[in-house]
């Protein structure tokens, strides 16, 4: 079992950055490979972000690749979202996922993940 809580969101404006955390409880989850997802009002949940059990690959959203970084810190069962050169398009909920496996499988496919967390609000204004 994995428990996911996320933290770091907020309110900034265009063009600002933030951190996004998530920090799991449980012994497995050095061994989880993990996702970002987020959900902006009236629309469904889309991948980021996502990554594998070392940190050593990961993959991005299109939308976000080249603006948003994703990266973890096993020691400290801990995944991190930085997000630079925001825009109001960036505004949602997001939320923090893990896989029971390490690796493979898509890691934009939401129905793969098994855990999830409480999600943290991200609003960019304009």
């Known amino acids: 079992q994995v428990q996911l809580v996320e933290s770091g969101g907020g309110l900034v404006q265009a063009g600002g950055s933030l951190r996004l955390s998530c920090e799991g409880s449980?012994?497995?989850?050095?061994?989880?490979?993990m996702g970002w997802f987020r959900q902006a009002p009236g629309k469904e949940r889309e991948f980021v972000a996502g990554?594998?059990?070392?940190?050593?690959?990961?993959q991005y959203a299109d939308s976000v690749k080249g603006r948003f970084t994703i990266s973890r810190d096993n020691a400290k069962n801990t995944v991190l979202l930085q997000m630079n050169s925001l825009t109001p398009e960036d505004t949602a909920v997001y939320y923090c996922a893990a896989k029971r496996r390490p690796f493979g499988g898509t890691y934009a496919n939401l129905d793969e993940y098994d855990y999830w967390g409480q999600g943290t609000q991200v609003t960019v204004s304009a």
């Open positions: 449980g012994r497995t989850f050095s061994s989880n490979a």
């Open positions: 990554i594998i059990w070392s940190g050593g690959i990961t």
